[in-house]
């Protein structure tokens, strides 16, 4: 089985400032990883995803995660944020084997705040 | 449509009554998946469906649940005898192909309140 641990449930951090939210996973099968973010009253929606090939992975709004196998983490990290980031941050797994069995596995969120 | 699209928005239901929710996905899209999200927690699966065939049902957390896609487009989850523990977002989302990788594409979700 597959689980996701999201290491901070809420993020405050101050406009322009660099962010990285925490993303570790357990599985005893390669996966395919993927950020995802939530604004207020809004769908899902794909930031990045890490299928194979370089590690570190360049999404949407000048996001960007990197693959480390080794320590089992995806951590998703931004140079300088927006007020426009302040959003719930979800990390989620899938089995890249998957058969008949292709849903996520998600993290239980990280709240990032952006304070002026 | 542009987008995946779910009905109703918001469903207050009173305890030990029947809903349905109805989802919209992306013309064309092949696989369809409902996930259940409670108030600050990450979505948990609940049901796929490649076209019109339900493959996996796993999430599903009691018989009360049901979910069907029978012309491998539109789709409905219907929650029997609605419960107090049943309150959440339902959040449907579609992708284009069966490939592990390709991305899945969200709905705005329903609101479900049971009183």
């Known amino acids: 089985a597959q689980s996701v641990t999201q290491l901070d449930s809420q993020v405050p951090v101050f406009e322009e400032a660099p962010v990285e939210l925490r993303c570790n996973y357990s599985?005893?099968?390669?996966?395919?990883l993927f950020w995802y973010v939530q604004y207020p009253n809004q769908g899902l929606q794909l930031l990045l995803k890490?299928?194979?090939?370089s590690t570190l992975v360049k999404g949407i709004n000048g996001f960007e995660a990197e693959f480390n196998k080794s320590q089992t983490s995806f951590h998703l990290r931004k140079p300088s944020v927006h007020i426009s980031d302040t959003a719930e941050y979800f990390c989620?797994?899938?089995?890249?084997?998957?058969?008949?069995?292709?849903?996520?596995?998600w993290g239980l969120g990280t709240s990032l705040a952006v304070n002026p | 449509g542009a987008g995946v699209s779910q009905s109703p928005r918001y469903k207050v239901a009173k305890r030990g009554q029947d809903v349905a929710l109805r989802c919209d996905p992306i013309?064309?899209?092949?696989?369809l998946f409902w996930y259940q999200q409670a108030l600050g927690q990450g979505p948990e699966f609940l049901t796929y469906?490649?076209?019109?065939?339900?493959?996996?049902k796993s999430g599903l957390p009691s018989d009360r649940f049901f979910a069907e896609r029978p012309e491998g487009s539109v789709s409905t989850l219907k929650i029997q005898r609605t419960q107090q523990e049943d309150s959440a977002v339902y959040l449907c989302?579609?992708?284009?192909?069966?490939?592990?990788?390709?991305?899945?594409?969200f709905g705005q979700g329903t609101r479900l309140t049971v009183v």
């Open positions: 989302a579609s992708s284009p192909g069966g490939g592990s990788g390709t991305e899945a594409f």
């Open positions: 013309s064309g899209h092949v696989s």
């Open positions: 469906f490649q076209n019109e065939a339900q493959l996996d």
């Open positions: 599985s005893s099968v390669s996966v395919y």
């Open positions: 890490y299928l194979s090939g």
């Open positions: 989620a797994v899938r089995k890249q084997r998957a058969g008949n069995n292709r849903k996520l596995i």
